[in-house]
């Protein structure tokens, strides 16, 4: 059974990383609709959307018929290396060292490339399906993973599916209203926020997967999250003192 210590970290890591990867996609999704026509770009997200959820079907029941400690190893091994991916980033960038990610550079580079040709276009573009496609289905399969990983440790899917679908719902809600990329959204925070909380909950599983029996169990998660947090601000803040590195890191 799960408790309020474990479910509110499987939630706010399933909300937190969807943002990020709804935020990306609903970017193609706009651009693809201002330039192709939003019949293009609704059509390639309902496709991915449909894979999707095929997808996840299968895959779901299947995760419950792996043996508990073994399934926690695996996916603890999954989280720690996906979160470790995202923190490194993360921090890369809040140092100085990569270049933040503008949603609206982004955007109006989509929207120049798909523009071309645009007055050529049939009824059903299949440039603007394929395009929303592909972005949909990449983003889509990241949630879908993390979602499956968060939940499948600890019986916590249900819980990490409402994070993940609250993120949906708030991002399409609020980019069809304005019609224009979340360039707002704090992307990079979320990401360093999200590497922590995948990094967390991948050392907690991969313990529990070998047999470890954390000091205050669940509660372990919090220390965890603490931990990643101090150290990935503080080499951030490192980074910075040091001053612009660009291109010392791949």
Known sequence: MSTLSTAWPAIGAA??????????AFTIVLAVGSTRGWRAAWTGTL??????????????????RVPI??????????LLLFGLGWLRKAILRSGGVLALRDESALYDKATRELGEGASSSNARDWIGVITVFKAVLLEGMEVA?????????HDLILEASLGAAA??????????VLRQPLARVPENGLKFGVGILLTAFGVFWTGEGLGLR???????????VALFAITG???ARLL?????????FA
Not at 47 to 64: H, I, K, N, R, S
Not at 214 to 224: F, Y
């Open 15 to 24: 909300f937190a990383a969807s943002l990020v990867e709804v935020v990306e």
């Open 167 to 176: 993120a949906c719902v708030l991002v399409l809600a609020i980019g069809m």
């Open 145 to 153: 993973f993390t979602v499956l990983a968060i939940g499948a440790g």
């Open 47 to 64: 496709a991915a959307l449909a894979l999707l959820a095929a997808t996840v079907a299968l895959v779901g029941p299947a995760l419950l």
């Open 69 to 78: 400690h073994t399934l926690q190893l695996v996916v603890g091994v999954l």
């Open 240 to 248: 910075r003192l040091r001053g612009p590195q660009r291109g010392r």
């Open 233 to 235: 601000l503080a080499t």
């Open 214 to 224: 954390w000091p205050g169990a669940e509660l372990a998660l919090l220390a965890l």
